[in-house]
């Protein structure tokens, strides 16, 4: 059994496919659910809904997640802050 070569099943993940529930986003960013509701509701990363209450990431959108924890964090950037950089850089 040690043998068989696991990469060879490996699957492909579609970074813009919402597949990531809340908790798991949470996990995978470092940044608490409150903090993932909150850039939801002002529009700086916005789930995709599952239902009424599902919120679901895409692996694109973790990865933004995590630089605005680095920028939380590292360079003390508050959100509404964060949300005037990221627009900047997405209109370059």
Same mark, same amino acid.
């Given at each position: ?16 496919? %919402? ?12 940044? %608490?659910?409150?903090?993932?509701? @909150? ?12 239902? *009424? *209450?599902?919120?679901?990431?895409? @692996?694109? #959108?973790?990865? @933004?997640? *995590? ?7 590292? *360079? ?6 964060? @949300? ?7 209109? #370059?």
């Amino acid at each position: 059994m040690d043998d068989i070569i696991f990469h060879d099943f490996d699957i492909e993940i579609d970074p813009e496919e %919402p597949l990531f529930i809340i908790s798991v986003a949470s996990d995978m960013s470092g940044l %608490p659910i409150w903090t993932l509701r @909150k850039l939801d509701c002002l529009g700086v990363v916005e789930a995709d809904r599952r239902g *009424k *209450k599902i919120r679901c990431y895409s @692996k694109k #959108q973790i990865t @933004k997640l *995590k630089y605005i924890r680095y920028l939380m964090e590292e *360079k003390n950037v508050n959100i509404s802050g964060i @949300k005037i950089i990221l627009e900047m850089e997405e209109s #370059q």
